[in-house]
Protein backbone atom coordinates (compact mmCIF):
# COMPACT_ATOMS: atom_id res chain seq x y z
CA UNK A 1 0.00 0.00 0.00
CA UNK A 2 1.29 3.37 -0.90
CA UNK A 3 0.30 5.93 1.37
CA UNK A 4 1.62 9.60 0.97
CA UNK A 5 0.75 13.36 2.76
CA UNK A 6 -2.14 14.82 1.14
CA UNK A 7 -0.28 17.75 -0.29
CA UNK A 8 3.24 16.17 0.14
CA UNK A 9 4.15 19.36 2.25
CA UNK A 10 2.70 19.97 5.71
CA UNK A 11 1.55 17.23 8.62
CA UNK A 12 -1.74 17.85 9.15
CA UNK A 13 -4.14 16.85 12.22
CA UNK A 14 -6.18 13.65 11.24
CA UNK A 15 -8.99 15.05 9.13
CA UNK A 16 -6.94 16.38 5.97
CA UNK A 17 -5.12 13.73 5.51
CA UNK A 18 -6.26 11.16 2.49
CA UNK A 19 -4.57 8.19 4.19
CA UNK A 20 -4.94 9.35 7.77
CA UNK A 21 -3.07 10.04 11.16
CA UNK A 22 -3.81 7.79 13.64
CA UNK A 23 -2.93 9.00 17.30
CA UNK A 24 -0.27 6.63 19.10
CA UNK A 25 -2.34 4.37 20.95
CA UNK A 26 -4.81 2.99 17.92
CA UNK A 27 -1.66 2.02 15.07
CA UNK A 28 0.84 -0.51 15.40
CA UNK A 29 4.97 0.50 16.47
CA UNK A 30 5.90 -0.92 13.20
CA UNK A 31 4.70 2.27 11.03
CA UNK A 32 6.60 5.23 10.77
CA UNK A 33 6.62 7.83 13.97
CA UNK A 34 5.78 11.88 13.05
CA UNK A 35 5.67 14.46 15.56
CA UNK A 36 3.10 17.24 14.83
CA UNK A 37 2.63 20.27 16.89
CA UNK A 38 -1.25 18.31 17.77
CA UNK A 39 0.65 15.62 18.59
CA UNK A 40 2.62 12.41 17.64
CA UNK A 41 1.10 9.94 15.30
CA UNK A 42 1.78 7.21 13.22
CA UNK A 43 2.09 7.74 9.44
CA UNK A 44 0.82 4.49 7.42
CA UNK A 45 3.97 3.99 4.20
CA UNK A 46 5.26 1.12 1.94
CA UNK A 47 6.86 -1.29 3.61
CA UNK A 48 9.95 -2.21 0.77
CA UNK A 49 11.39 2.11 0.70
CA UNK A 50 14.50 2.21 -1.34
CA UNK A 51 17.08 3.65 1.31
CA UNK A 52 18.12 7.64 1.22
CA UNK A 53 21.27 8.77 0.26
CA UNK A 54 22.90 11.86 0.16
CA UNK A 55 22.03 12.36 -3.84
CA UNK A 56 18.48 10.87 -3.29
CA UNK A 57 18.29 13.76 -0.42
CA UNK A 58 19.33 16.63 -2.18
CA UNK A 59 16.62 15.78 -5.31
CA UNK A 60 14.20 15.37 -3.03
CA UNK A 61 14.82 18.84 -1.20
CA UNK A 62 14.92 20.19 -4.49
CA UNK A 63 11.46 18.93 -6.10
CA UNK A 64 9.95 19.60 -2.27
CA UNK A 65 11.24 23.30 -2.11
CA UNK A 66 9.37 23.52 -5.41
CA UNK A 67 6.02 21.93 -4.23
CA UNK A 68 6.21 24.17 -1.00
CA UNK A 69 7.10 27.44 -2.78
CA UNK A 70 4.01 27.66 -4.56
CA UNK A 71 1.77 25.84 -2.21
CA UNK A 72 -0.04 27.98 0.20
CA UNK A 73 0.19 27.10 4.14
CA UNK A 74 -3.44 28.08 5.98
CA UNK A 75 -1.56 26.72 9.68
CA UNK A 76 1.37 29.66 9.42
CA UNK A 77 -0.79 32.89 8.37
CA UNK A 78 0.33 35.43 10.87
CA UNK A 79 3.13 33.82 12.17
CA UNK A 80 5.78 35.62 13.02
CA UNK A 81 8.21 33.22 14.63
CA UNK A 82 10.73 32.06 12.67
CA UNK A 83 11.13 29.06 14.80
CA UNK A 84 7.74 27.83 14.44
CA UNK A 85 8.14 28.48 11.01
CA UNK A 86 11.46 26.15 11.01
CA UNK A 87 10.43 24.00 13.12
CA UNK A 88 6.62 23.58 10.68
CA UNK A 89 9.12 22.91 7.41
CA UNK A 90 11.37 20.36 8.96
CA UNK A 91 8.86 18.46 10.41
CA UNK A 92 6.82 18.43 7.12
CA UNK A 93 10.09 17.39 4.75
CA UNK A 94 10.84 14.61 7.53
CA UNK A 95 7.32 13.40 6.93
CA UNK A 96 7.48 13.60 3.20
CA UNK A 97 10.96 11.87 3.19
CA UNK A 98 9.70 9.44 5.65
CA UNK A 99 6.93 8.40 2.70
CA UNK A 100 9.17 7.70 -0.21
CA UNK A 101 12.49 6.46 1.50
CA UNK A 102 13.29 4.32 4.30
CA UNK A 103 16.20 6.01 6.36
CA UNK A 104 17.60 6.61 10.20
CA UNK A 105 15.26 9.23 11.63
CA UNK A 106 17.05 11.47 13.64
CA UNK A 107 16.43 12.90 17.33
CA UNK A 108 17.50 15.26 19.74
CA UNK A 109 19.53 12.77 21.20
CA UNK A 110 21.44 12.11 17.77
CA UNK A 111 21.95 15.91 17.30
CA UNK A 112 21.16 16.09 13.83
CA UNK A 113 18.11 15.04 11.16
CA UNK A 114 19.88 12.55 9.01
CA UNK A 115 22.28 10.98 11.25
CA UNK A 116 22.85 7.87 8.72
CA UNK A 117 23.80 10.24 5.95
CA UNK A 118 25.43 12.71 8.41
CA UNK A 119 23.22 15.57 7.11
CA UNK A 120 21.61 17.97 9.71
CA UNK A 121 18.32 20.04 8.27
CA UNK A 122 18.14 23.90 8.52
CA UNK A 123 15.70 26.19 7.79
CA UNK A 124 15.91 29.82 8.19
CA UNK A 125 14.75 33.39 6.69
CA UNK A 126 16.30 35.19 4.15
CA UNK A 127 15.78 38.31 5.96
CA UNK A 128 18.41 36.82 8.49
CA UNK A 129 19.45 33.53 7.70
CA UNK A 130 20.85 31.61 11.11
CA UNK A 131 20.10 28.74 13.07
CA UNK A 132 22.14 27.24 16.04
CA UNK A 133 24.20 24.00 15.83
CA UNK A 134 24.91 21.82 18.88
CA UNK A 135 28.29 22.40 20.58
CA UNK A 136 30.64 19.63 21.03
CA UNK A 137 34.24 21.28 20.78
CA UNK A 138 35.64 24.71 20.19
CA UNK A 139 37.82 21.97 17.20
CA UNK A 140 34.46 22.60 15.09
CA UNK A 141 35.48 26.12 14.42
CA UNK A 142 38.54 25.46 13.00
CA UNK A 143 37.52 21.93 10.91
CA UNK A 144 34.37 21.79 10.32
CA UNK A 145 30.94 20.93 12.46
CA UNK A 146 31.44 16.93 11.20
CA UNK A 147 28.56 17.00 9.39
CA UNK A 148 27.18 18.43 6.21
CA UNK A 149 24.50 20.83 6.10
CA UNK A 150 21.42 21.23 4.12
CA UNK A 151 19.95 24.85 4.91
CA UNK A 152 16.10 25.88 2.84
CA UNK A 153 16.14 29.92 2.92
CA UNK A 154 12.75 31.37 2.94
CA UNK A 155 10.59 34.49 2.19
CA UNK A 156 8.06 34.41 3.90
CA UNK A 157 4.79 36.39 2.91
CA UNK A 158 0.92 36.05 4.15
CA UNK A 159 -2.26 36.10 1.72
CA UNK A 160 -5.34 37.81 3.39
CA UNK A 161 -7.54 37.04 0.91
CA UNK A 162 -6.08 33.48 1.58
CA UNK A 163 -5.47 33.57 5.06
CA UNK A 164 -2.46 31.26 4.16
CA UNK A 165 1.62 31.98 4.13
CA UNK A 166 3.39 31.46 1.22
CA UNK A 167 6.79 30.24 1.45
CA UNK A 168 9.28 30.87 -1.58
CA UNK A 169 12.17 28.95 -1.08
CA UNK A 170 14.77 31.56 -2.54
CA UNK A 171 17.95 29.45 -1.63
CA UNK A 172 18.63 25.88 -1.04
CA UNK A 173 22.05 25.68 0.06
CA UNK A 174 24.07 22.19 0.39
CA UNK A 175 27.30 22.93 2.37
CA UNK A 176 29.50 19.21 2.86
CA UNK A 177 31.05 18.98 5.91
CA UNK A 178 34.43 20.03 5.05
CA UNK A 179 33.26 23.72 4.23
CA UNK A 180 31.82 23.76 7.91
CA UNK A 181 34.62 25.88 9.42
CA UNK A 182 34.14 29.77 10.44
CA UNK A 183 35.42 31.89 7.54
CA UNK A 184 37.18 34.16 9.34
CA UNK A 185 39.11 32.15 11.90
CA UNK A 186 40.19 29.40 8.79
CA UNK A 187 41.22 31.97 7.05
CA UNK A 188 43.39 33.93 9.75
CA UNK A 189 44.84 30.35 10.03
CA UNK A 190 45.78 29.85 6.80
CA UNK A 191 47.18 33.42 6.05
CA UNK A 192 49.60 32.42 9.50
CA UNK A 193 50.60 28.87 7.82
CA UNK A 194 51.30 30.78 4.30
CA UNK A 195 53.47 33.46 5.73
CA UNK A 196 55.54 30.89 7.50
CA UNK A 197 54.18 31.14 10.87
CA UNK A 198 54.73 29.09 13.86
CA UNK A 199 53.21 27.09 16.21
CA UNK A 200 53.36 30.33 19.09
CA UNK A 201 51.60 32.14 15.90
CA UNK A 202 48.63 29.51 15.80
CA UNK A 203 48.49 29.84 19.25
CA UNK A 204 48.46 32.97 19.63
CA UNK A 205 45.87 33.88 17.39
CA UNK A 206 43.54 31.36 18.50
CA UNK A 207 43.27 33.26 21.41
CA UNK A 208 42.94 36.45 19.77
CA UNK A 209 39.57 34.86 18.15
CA UNK A 210 38.24 33.68 21.75
CA UNK A 211 37.95 30.08 21.40
CA UNK A 212 36.56 28.38 24.07
CA UNK A 213 39.61 26.47 24.98
CA UNK A 214 41.74 26.89 28.08
CA UNK A 215 45.42 27.05 27.76
CA UNK A 216 46.44 23.44 27.07
CA UNK A 217 43.37 22.36 24.65
CA UNK A 218 44.12 25.72 22.91
CA UNK A 219 48.12 24.65 22.26
CA UNK A 220 47.01 20.98 21.18
CA UNK A 221 45.10 22.62 18.74
CA UNK A 222 47.59 24.77 17.74
CA UNK A 223 50.33 22.04 17.28
CA UNK A 224 47.42 20.08 15.68
CA UNK A 225 47.00 22.88 13.02
CA UNK A 226 50.78 23.15 12.34
CA UNK A 227 50.82 19.46 10.69
CA UNK A 228 46.82 19.39 9.46
CA UNK A 229 46.06 22.83 7.44
CA UNK A 230 42.25 23.22 7.60
CA UNK A 231 39.92 23.58 4.79
CA UNK A 232 38.74 27.49 4.62
CA UNK A 233 34.77 27.72 6.02
CA UNK A 234 31.66 28.93 4.43
CA UNK A 235 30.44 29.82 7.69
CA UNK A 236 29.76 32.57 10.35
CA UNK A 237 30.15 30.36 13.80
CA UNK A 238 29.28 33.17 16.93
CA UNK A 239 30.48 31.40 20.39
CA UNK A 240 27.77 30.85 22.28
CA UNK A 241 26.24 27.76 24.52
CA UNK A 242 25.19 27.11 20.97
CA UNK A 243 26.79 27.21 17.85
CA UNK A 244 25.44 30.28 16.36
CA UNK A 245 25.79 29.81 12.68
CA UNK A 246 25.20 32.39 9.71
CA UNK A 247 24.62 31.75 6.28
CA UNK A 248 24.86 34.95 4.42
CA UNK A 249 28.46 34.29 3.53
CA UNK A 250 27.27 30.87 2.37
CA UNK A 251 24.61 31.85 0.22
CA UNK A 252 26.81 33.86 -1.75
CA UNK A 253 29.77 31.33 -2.67
CA UNK A 254 26.41 29.19 -3.17
CA UNK A 255 24.87 31.29 -5.92
CA UNK A 256 27.86 32.33 -7.92
CA UNK A 257 28.91 28.33 -7.92
CA UNK A 258 32.63 29.48 -6.72
CA UNK A 259 33.01 26.72 -4.58
CA UNK A 260 33.15 22.71 -5.19
CA UNK A 261 31.34 22.04 -1.66
CA UNK A 262 28.57 24.47 -1.54
CA UNK A 263 25.73 24.90 -4.19
CA UNK A 264 22.33 25.68 -4.10
CA UNK A 265 20.36 23.10 -5.49
CA UNK A 266 17.58 25.45 -6.17
CA UNK A 267 20.27 27.41 -8.44
Request: proline share 6%; hydrophobic share 40%.
Amino acid sequence: MTCRVQSHIIPHPPSSLDCGWHPLEEMELAETRIAHASGTYYLPVPIDLPPLNVDSLKATATEYSKLLSATPVPALFGVTDGKAVGTYVEAAFNAHIATVFAHDQGNAAKGIDFPGLGVDLKVTSIKQPQSSSPFRDATQKVYGLGYHLLVFVYDKTDDAELKSARLDIRHLVFIDGDYTADFQTTTGICKILDTDGNVDDVDAFLQERNLPLDEIGRRTLAERIMVERPQIGCLTISNALQWRLQYGRAIVIASGGSSPGVHDLNG
